[in-house]
Each structure stands twice: as C-alpha cells, then as structure tokens.
C-alpha cells in the first residue's frame, strides 16, 4: 500500500458526550484568518455572542404562538439551538433553530 497517499490526513475530531464527528478545521493560519467552516446559522450566532438580535420564529404547529419574536442577548449557539438572554426582565430562552425564519441585528455583524 502507498503511505503518501494518507500523508496529508488528518482525522476528524470526535467530541466527548457524543456530538458526534466534525471535519478537522484545515486553517492553520490563526485567528482572525478567514474560516474553513460553511456559513451555517449556529456558526454564524456563535460569532455575534454578546450582541443584541431578534429572533423571528413561527411554530406551524401551534393556534396561539403561531409566529413569535424574542429579542435578546445571544448567549450561546449549538448545532440545533440559540441561548438568549433579556438583561431588563432576566428571561433566558432556548430557541430550536429548526422553528427560526431569520435574525435581525441592529448593528455590524461578523461573519466568515
């Protein structure tokens, strides 16, 4: 068998707890250089932790919150939901990406 072929290879990284499998990041340049990873939504909220946004969702399922708002602090981000928090009332949310229309942000977002 040829050992160059499997010279560049790199495994990819399993994550304790059972997250499952993810690509290795192929970026070796540092921070701030431009990511290898697709823009996807968690990615995205993961960047603009700490900024104000609001979340517009719709539940199709659901007579009396068939589409709802909730403007907060983006706390945290996963594969499947965003951690908001409302610093007046104190209210934190946990919000399943899968039920989300858009984000809106009042100001500059970062993005890949």
Known sequence: MNNQMFANYIPPVV???GGGTQPPNQNMSGIG???TQPPYAENLLKLNQGKLATFYMSYSDSVEWRDKTFTGII???GRDYALLSDPKTGKWWLLWLVY???VEFD??????
């Open 107 to 112: 100001e500059p977002i970062l993005h890949n």
């Open 15 to 17: 994550h304790p707890g």
């Open 33 to 35: 250089a431009p990511s």
């Open 100 to 102: 989300i229309n858009y």
């Open 75 to 77: 706390e945290d981000a």
